[in-house]
């Protein structure tokens, strides 16, 4: 499973860079760049907290890559570019992070 884990990782890490493209491209809407940026600097926590197996690592990357699936959807209605990518790599980072599992099993308190 930690094969799954760094495929999120990676996936993740990719579209937390074309966030960073969209922010800074100066030739898209306000609104996208804004919330380009706001998608990177979420994903950035996210893709080094799974990447470090922390608890809350995977939770992070599958609701960013909701977001960013969400944000595709809207891109594709607003006809655009990059909608459809984003629909595809999100989806993938919501799939991917929902289907990696930590590396250690969770601790669980015996009952005396």
Same mark, same amino acid.
């Given at each position: 499973?930690?094969?799954?884990?760094?495929?999120?990782?990676?996936?993740?890490?990719?579209?937390?860079?074309?966030?960073?493209?969209?922010?800074?491209?100066?030739?898209?809407?306000?609104?996208?760049?804004?919330?380009?940026?706001?998608? /990177?600097?979420?994903?950035?926590?996210?893709?080094? +907290?799974?990447?470090?197996?922390?608890?809350? +690592?995977?939770?992070?990357?599958?609701?960013? +890559?909701?977001?960013?699936?969400?944000?595709?959807?809207? +891109?594709?209605?607003?006809?655009?570019?990059?909608? /459809?990518?984003?629909?595809?790599?999100?989806?993938?980072?919501?799939?991917?992070?929902?289907?990696?599992?930590?590396?250690?099993?969770?601790?669980?308190?015996? /009952?005396?």
């Amino acid at each position: 499973m930690k094969l799954i884990r760094w495929a999120a990782v990676a996936v993740t890490a990719l579209f937390v860079l074309m966030n960073i493209g969209a922010a800074v491209d100066p030739d898209v809407d306000t609104w996208v760049r804004i919330f380009g940026a706001g998608l /990177a600097l979420l994903g950035i926590p996210a893709v080094v +907290g799974l990447a470090r197996d922390l608890p809350w +690592g995977r939770p992070a990357v599958i609701g960013v +890559g909701a977001l960013n699936v969400a944000g595709a959807v809207v +891109g594709i209605i607003a006809d655009l570019d990059g909608g /459809a990518i984003g629909l595809v790599v999100g989806g993938l980072g919501v799939v991917l992070g929902a289907f990696s599992a930590p590396s250690h099993p969770a601790r669980v308190a015996a /009952a005396h």
